[in-house]
């Protein structure tokens, strides 16, 4: 038993390590070959690095992570070592990969346009490979998620647009030019749904099903609700073969979300029984949502005027 969760939790560390470096160095091509050399802050410490970089000559990698670093301590302080550990090891690796892959990576110079589109897909794909493992490049990301945690009304994803759009916005004074932040813009976007489509899929309603079998099912749903953010069931069941009552606890998560749900799990309890299934399709807040036609949809009024 022992040994096959020291061999489960090396395995999941290999994995992380890989998907951390490989997102790290696509990270870095979108950094170094398109976004950079072309003026395009695209939001966060990313795009405040490259202005640095361009007024100062400073290494952008080392700008991010410097930066970062109050912020991994403020997140320590906040939530935890456990909150922070990926983000930091992901946000180390990265920095270190923009700096120096950028010493041999050419750097490209044409179509503003071709820049801003493929710096958006290969820094989609390398935050989606990090993302993935749970783990972030930390910046607005870290920023919105502490300030949300300590202040619960506040949405992650609009307080991230926020900042974002103050770096764009700022890219205009730093270059002095009015197209760089349009490009930002449509690097941002192509990020966004790089990411999406890397870590769900083309679909947001797909993801997977878990059931959990625990004595201690309170403290396990209550772990998840806080740190994954997910809503949890809880049913009503009998062992079968003991006749004991007790719980059994329903998730919906995506993907991504699963090795997060197991950590928190075995934390809490080594024993646990889980069981995890495809969910070909998910519909409700934090997935899919479906629209609802009113009587004054286009839809309706097509099939009325049929």
């Not at 390590?17 to 395009?40: C, D, K, M, Q």
């Not at 930066?67 to 922070?84: D, E, M, Q, T």
């Not at 044409?110 to 390398?126: E, I, K, N, P, Q």
């Amino acid at each position: 038993m022992v040994c096959r969760k020291r061999s489960r939790r090396i395995k999941a560390l290999v994995l992380d390590g890989g998907f951390f470096v490989a997102g790290g160095v696509l990270f870095a091509v979108s950094v170094n070959v398109f976004t950079a050399p072309n003026n395009i802050a695209p939001g966060g410490l990313t795009g405040v690095g490259t202005m640095l970089h361009y007024l100062f000559g400073t290494p952008i990698g080392t700008t991010m992570l410097l930066i970062n670093i109050p912020l991994f301590i403020w997140g320590f302080l906040a939530r935890g070592s456990k909150f922070i550990v990926r983000t930091a090891v992901a946000t180390v690796i990265s920095s270190i990969a923009i700096d120096t892959l950028a010493l041999w990576l050419p750097a490209y110079r044409g179509d503003m346009m071709l820049a801003a589109l493929f710096g958006g897909v290969f820094s989609g794909l390398g935050l989606g490979l990090i993302f993935m493992r749970g783990g972030t490049t930390g910046g607005t990301d870290l920023i919105a998620t502490l300030i949300a945690w300590r202040f619960r009304h506040v949405s992650i994803g609009k307080l991230v647009l926020a900042i974002d759009m103050l770096v764009v916005l700022a890219s205009a004074l730093v270059y002095r030019n009015y197209e760089s932040p349009l490009y930002a813009v449509v690097t941002i976007f192509t990020t966004s749904k790089v990411i999406d489509a890397t870590m769900y899929g083309t679909d947001s309603g797909i993801g997977k099903m878990m059931f959990i079998i625990s004595p201690k099912t309170k403290e396990i749903a209550q772990q998840i609700m806080e740190d994954v953010e997910r809503g949890v069931t809880q049913l009503k069941a009998r062992g079968g073969y003991s006749g004991v009552e007790g719980e059994v606890l329903l998730c919906a998560v995506r993907r991504q979300e699963v090795h997060r749900v197991h950590d928190i799990v075995y934390s809490v309890d080594p024993g646990a029984f889980i069981i995890v299934g495809e969910a070909g399709e998910i519909t409700g807040e934090g997935f899919r949502i479906r629209k609802q036609e009113g009587k004054g949809s286009p839809r309706r009024r097509q099939a009325k005027n049929a």
